[in-house]
């Protein structure tokens, strides 16, 4: 049952993670022009970057750098599949933003949810 608990929480915090990123990235950093559309979407990147990372939790690795890559990338893919149009390179723009936030959390009160847990 903890197994369980700690893959929502890992879910929560990368959902959270992409959502920021794509909100930010997704309007260019206007956050006046912010919209029910615009979180609607960047939950829609968050669900699917979030259980990406889920997924990834079963496979046993133990370098933090790699979470944090992860993060990124399957921001990114997710970011990319969810909405196709954008500005140049958003969809890179959202991923390594996510990153960014992966690495301020980790150092952070947040620690290491990121990493596999049994």
């Known amino acids: ?26 309007v260019q950093g206007d956050l006046t022009v912010l919209s029910f559309n615009h979180a609607i979407v960047a939950s829609k990147t968050g669900t699917l970057a979030g259980l990406a990372m889920v997924v990834a939790s ?8 790699l979470g944090v890559f992860l993060t990124g990338a399957f921001t990114a893919l997710a970011d990319s599949v969810i909405h196709a149009e954008g500005f140049p390179l958003e969809h890179l723009a959202t991923g390594l933003g996510a990153m960014l936030l992966c690495v301020l959390l980790e150092r952070g009160k947040y ?4 990493r596999r847990s049994d």
């Open 1 to 26: 049952m903890q197994g369980a608990i700690n893959k929502v929480k890992l879910w929560v915090e990368k959902f959270s993670e992409a959502w920021a990123s794509c909100m930010f990235c997704m």
């Open 58 to 65: 079963f496979v046993p690795w133990d370098n933090r750098w």
């Open 111 to 114: 620690g290491n949810r990121y």
